[in-house]
T-cell receptor, first 113, second 112 residues
Framework: DQQVKQNSPSLSVQEGRISILNCDYT??????FLWYKKYPAEGPTFLIS?????DKNEDGRFTVFLNKSAKHLSLHIVPSQPGDSAVYFC????????????FGTGTRLKVLA | DSGVTQTPKHLITATGQRVTLRCSPR?????VYWYQQSLDQGLQFLIQ???????AKGNILERFSAQQFPDLHSELNLSSLELGDSALYFC???????????FGDGTRLSIL
C-alpha cells in the first residue's frame, strides 16, 4: 500500500521554464511534508518542507503547495536550471511526535538547456 | 557534504552471510534513521533511533537489527543475507522529530 505516490516517473522541462512535480498521499494523518533532491551516487538532499497548518512555503526558486482536501502537494521550481536535473522525492510524516517518514518513489526531472 | 558519514561505501558478499553498516550522524543530531532503496524503488523506512532508544520501526525484516551507541553512531546489522537484500542503504540524521533529515551517501550492498 503506497501511501505517498509520485505518479510521474519522469519530467522534462526547458531551461528557464517552470517545473511542477506532484505528489499525492492517502493518509489524512500526515502533517509534515518534505521534498528531497537526489543526484546519482549521492544521498538525498533536503529542499523544502511544509507543515499541514500551511498551504504554501517558499524558498528562493522553490515553492511547495499543499492542498489538504485533495491530499496533494506540489513542488514548483522557477526558473528551472540544468543543475536542477535530479530525482525528486516527496516524503510525509504522520502526526506530531512520530519519527516515521514515508517516501514516494521519485520523479526524475531533466532540465534541457 | 551533509555531515552524515556512512561506511563502507560498497559491500559485496554472498548469500547467508552477515554484514554491519555503520553511520555517524551530523554533529548535534540525536536522531538516526535507516532506509533501504532497492532498484527503481523509493526509500523504504527501516528503523529510527533517538538518543540511543528505538523510536519507530518500519518494514524491517527480523533478520535485520540496528542500534545506536552512546556516542550516537549507529549500526545496521543484516544477517542470513538473501539476493533480494541487494540495495542501497541510507542513513539519515536530524536534530529532532519534524526537522529535515540529512542523508549520507549510502552503502551499496551487493549479494552474489
Amino acid at each position: 500500500d503506497q501511501q505517498v505516490k509520485q505518479n510521474s516517473p519522469s519530467l522534462s522541462v526547458q531551461e528557464g521554464r517552470i517545473s511542477i512535480l506532484n505528489c499525492d498521499y492517502t493518509n489524512s494523518m500526515f502533517d509534515y511534508f518534505l521534498w528531497y533532491k537526489k543526484y546519482p551516487a549521492e544521498g538525498p538532499t533536503f529542499l523544502i518542507s511544509i507543515s499541514s497548518i500551511k498551504d504554501k512555503n517558499e524558498d528562493g526558486r522553490f515553492t511547495v503547495f499543499l492542498n489538504k482536501s485533495a491530499k496533494h502537494l506540489s513542488l514548483h521550481i522557477v526558473p528551472s536550471q540544468p543543475g536542477d536535473s535530479a530525482v525528486y522525492f516527496c516524503a510525509a510524516s504522520e502526526g506530531p511526535g512520530t519519527y516515521k517518514y514515508i517516501f514516494g518513489t521519485g520523479t526524475r526531472l531533466k532540465v534541457l538547456a | 557534504d551533509s555531515g552524515v558519514t556512512q561506511t563502507p561505501k560498497h559491500l559485496i558478499t554472498a548469500t547467508g552471510q552477515r554484514v554491519t553498516l555503520r553511520c555517524s550522524p551530523r554533529s548535534g543530531d540525536l536522531s538516526v534513521y535507516w532506509y533501504q532503496q532497492s532498484l527503481d524503488q523509493g526509500l523504504q523506512f527501516l528503523i529510527q533511533y533517538y538518543n540511543g532508544e528505538e523510536r519507530a520501526k518500519g518494514n524491517i525484516l527480523e533478520r535485520f537489527s540496528a542500534q545506536q551507541f552512546p556516542d550516537l553512531h549507529s549500526e545496521l546489522n543484516l544477517s542470513s543475507l538473501e539476493l533480494g537484500d541487494s540495495a542501497l542503504y541510507f542513513c539519515a540524521s536530524s536534530v529532532d522529530v519534524h526537522q529535515p533529515q540529512h542523508f549520507g551517501d549510502g552503502t551499496r550492498l551487493s549479494i552474489l
